[in-house]
């Protein structure tokens, strides 16, 4: 199927994406530092707390298989606003909330945009740039913003909350949504499929939102009610039933499927979506217990918390800056490899010593930079292996699938370790006193999160190495000219 595509500056698609995608990264932390001044300003419940985070987080897992579909099918320019304006709107909405439930909702509107503006970033990039010299910048400026973005809303989030409001860590995105959508009315080309538009797969679309959307709210609900509880297993078996009936639809239904299953015969981009649910997973949990950690047991102020996050940003920047280049030499499996066992070994290091009141330079520094310059080596590898060999017309697929296992991986590891830590700290309180037994809490979650990383670094042995890597990349090339000369032999 071929792509129309008007000129469009390069310059401005890169931009365009990349601000998009550094947004949507962003708001899954920015909040963090921010919710004890939401608590007291709304009056929200321990648990409305929680949903603050849980309800975007919810809502963009759910509806980014959907969001990526559609912008192959619809046009990725198309669907890139629509996710933007929806995003920039709900930001807007949030900020002016007057209680809970209003912040709630606007949060898990918020996250339906980030659901259809997340997978339209990479697939715009990866039909725009079809030079694999040019992509695999494009990827690594991609790439860069994401690793950075979680870390950097901690930042942002804690600066805004001290100098101005925490109103203000929804009100940011509102001029650069604004800027961004001008710059993709400006100069953003249309990528859409020519000849009659392929209808969309509504079954296949209801069930795979359905079912993730029920899966996650069952996983992140174990916050409050135990795993072996009715609750709980009524709900992640309703889950489990909705993808079920998702698969049978793809496979056996559908004339059009939402996700073709063939996709998954790429050995490549399955294994590094199940890698990115453990690099998901740690992401979620590190900044979550550490924003806590410093918080609550450390009792800094919330730009003091944000400003200890910085190293981690800096160090997810340059180890993603390094990745661009270094992915060239390694290749994708090696790299996977190398990044995941970096950013292991620097939370095992803080699970082993974390402790109320030590030295943030003494005890903490080192293995964050570790653990942000492992996620940033990670992040090029994973997109590269991800949308290597995938038609231009599955290429939303793809990203959305990568954005979704992120996303899922960040909810099933953040509801496990907040599990596991809750369990903790509630047998340590009496005989340690509760810093020490809140600090034991997220020491296991600490470890846990590192565990699930090895456990990424061993999945990614089973990808093809860097010479299958670029033998596979020479005979997809010289495809197209074999076929030219059978084609010119026929003519003669």
């Given at each position: 199927?071929?792509?129309?595509?008007?000129?469009?500056?390069?310059?401005?698609?890169?931009?365009?994406?990349?601000?998009?995608?550094?947004?949507?990264?962003?708001?899954?932390?920015?909040?963090?530092?921010?919710?004890?001044?939401?608590?007291?300003?709304?009056?929200?419940?321990?648990?409305?707390?929680?949903?603050?985070?849980?309800?975007?987080?919810?809502?963009?897992?759910?509806?980014?298989?959907?969001?990526?579909?559609?912008?192959?099918?619809?046009?990725?320019?198309?669907?890139?606003?629509?996710?933007?304006?929806?995003?920039?709107?709900?930001?807007?909405?949030?900020?002016?909330?007057?209680?809970?439930?209003?912040?709630i909702t606007a949060r898990a509107a918020q996250g339906i945009g980030g659901a259809i503006l997340a997978p339209a970033t990479l697939s715009l990039l990866t039909s725009r740039f079809t030079d694999p010299h040019?992509?695999?910048?494009?990827?690594?400026?991609?790439?860069?913003?994401?690793?950075?973005?979680?870390?950097?809303?901690?930042?942002?989030?804690?600066?805004?909350?001290?100098?101005?409001?925490?109103?203000?860590?929804?009100?940011?995105?509102?001029?650069?949504?604004?800027?961004?959508?001008?710059?993709?009315?400006?100069?953003?080309?249309?990528?859409?499929?020519?000849?009659?538009?392929?209808?969309?797969?509504?079954?296949?679309?209801?069930?795979?939102?359905?079912?993730?959307?029920?899966?996650?709210?069952?996983?992140?609900?174990?916050?409050?009610?135990?795993?072996?509880?009715?609750?709980?297993?009524?709900?992640?078996?309703?889950?489990?039933?909705?993808?079920?009936?998702?698969?049978?639809?793809?496979?056996?239904?559908?004339?059009?499927?939402?996700?073709?299953?063939?996709?998954?015969?790429?050995?490549?981009?399955?294994?590094?979506?199940?890698?990115?649910?453990?690099?998901?997973?740690?992401?979620?949990?590190?900044?979550?217990?550490?924003?806590?950690?410093?918080?609550?047991?450390?009792?800094?102020?919330?730009?003091?918390?944000?400003?200890?996050?910085?190293?981690?940003?800096?160090?997810?920047?340059?180890?993603?800056?390094?990745?661009?280049?270094?992915?060239?030499?390694?290749?994708?499996?090696?790299?996977?490899?190398?990044?995941?066992?970096?950013?292991?070994?620097?939370?095992?290091?803080?699970?082993?010593?974390?402790?109320?009141?030590?030295?943030?330079?003494?005890?903490?520094?080192?293995?964050?930079?570790?653990?942000?310059?492992?996620?940033?080596?990670?992040?090029?590898?994973?997109?590269?292996?991800?949308?290597?060999?995938?038609?231009?017309?599955?290429?939303?697929?793809?990203?959305?699938?990568?954005?979704?296992?992120?996303?899922?991986?960040?909810?099933?590891?953040?509801?496990?370790?907040?599990?596991a830590a809750s369990s903790v700290t509630s047998r340590h309180t009496a005989s340690a006193g509760i810093p020490r037994a809140l600090t034991d809490g997220y020491a296991l979650a600490f470890l846990i999160a590192?565990?699930?990383?090895?456990?990424?670094?061993?999945?990614?042995?089973?990808?093809?190495?860097?010479?299958?890597?670029?033998?596979?990349?020479?005979?997809?090339?010289?495809?197209?000219?074999?076929?030219?000369?059978?084609?010119?032999?026929?003519?003669?």
């Amino acid at each position: 199927m071929s792509l129309k595509l008007r000129s469009a500056p390069p310059w401005a698609v890169l931009v365009a994406c990349c601000t998009a995608q550094f947004m949507v990264i962003l708001d899954v932390t920015i909040v963090n530092v921010a919710l004890p001044q939401m608590r007291d300003a709304l009056g929200l419940s321990t648990n409305g707390l929680q949903w603050v985070v849980n309800a975007y987080t919810l809502t963009f897992a759910g509806f980014l298989m959907l969001g990526g579909r559609a912008a192959d099918l619809w046009g990725r320019r198309r669907i890139f606003l629509i996710g933007l304006v929806l995003f920039t709107v709900c930001s807007l909405i949030g900020g002016l909330a007057q209680n809970g439930a209003w912040l709630i909702t606007a949060r898990a509107a918020q996250g339906i945009g980030g659901a259809i503006l997340a997978p339209a970033t990479l697939s715009l990039l990866t039909s725009r740039f079809t030079d694999p010299h040019e992509r695999r910048r494009a990827l690594g400026a991609w790439s860069i913003t994401s690793a950075s973005g979680a870390a950097v809303g901690v930042l942002v989030g804690g600066i805004l909350t001290d100098l101005l409001d925490w109103r203000w860590v929804l009100f940011v995105n509102v001029p650069i949504g604004a800027a961004v959508v001008a710059l993709a009315l400006l100069a953003m080309a249309e990528s859409r499929p020519d000849g009659a538009k392929p209808r969309l797969d509504v079954l296949g679309a209801l069930t795979v939102t359905s079912g993730l959307a029920v899966l996650v709210y069952g996983i992140v609900g174990t916050t409050s009610h135990p795993w072996g509880s009715a609750q709980t297993l009524i709900t992640l078996a309703v889950g489990a039933a909705l993808l079920t009936v998702f698969a049978i639809t793809e496979t056996r239904i559908a004339a059009n499927p939402l996700v073709p299953f063939s996709v998954f015969k790429r050995r490549s981009l399955t294994v590094v979506n199940a890698v990115t649910l453990s690099i998901g997973a740690a992401n979620f949990g590190t900044y979550y217990f550490l924003s806590l950690y410093l918080q609550q047991v450390q009792k800094y102020s919330p730009l003091q918390a944000g400003l200890d996050f910085l190293p981690v940003g800096l160090s997810a920047f340059t180890g993603a800056l390094i990745g661009t280049r270094l992915v060239v030499r390694l290749g994708v499996r090696n790299q996977l490899i190398l990044g995941t066992a970096v950013a292991a070994s620097g939370l095992i290091w803080i699970a082993a010593t974390v402790a109320p009141g030590q030295s943030y330079l003494g005890n903490l520094l080192i293995p964050l930079i570790l653990f942000g310059g492992g996620i940033g080596l990670s992040f090029t590898p994973m997109a590269m292996g991800a949308t290597q060999g995938v038609p231009p017309d599955q290429a939303g697929l793809a990203s959305g699938l990568i954005n979704a296992t992120r996303q899922v991986g960040g909810a099933i590891g953040l509801a496990a370790m907040a599990t596991a830590a809750s369990s903790v700290t509630s047998r340590h309180t009496a005989s340690a006193g509760i810093p020490r037994a809140l600090t034991d809490g997220y020491a296991l979650a600490f470890l846990i999160a590192g565990l699930g990383l090895v456990a990424g670094m061993l999945l990614a042995f089973a990808l093809p190495s860097a010479s299958g890597q670029k033998h596979g990349t020479e005979r997809a090339q010289a495809a197209p000219d074999t076929r030219k000369a059978v084609s010119a032999r026929a003519r003669r």
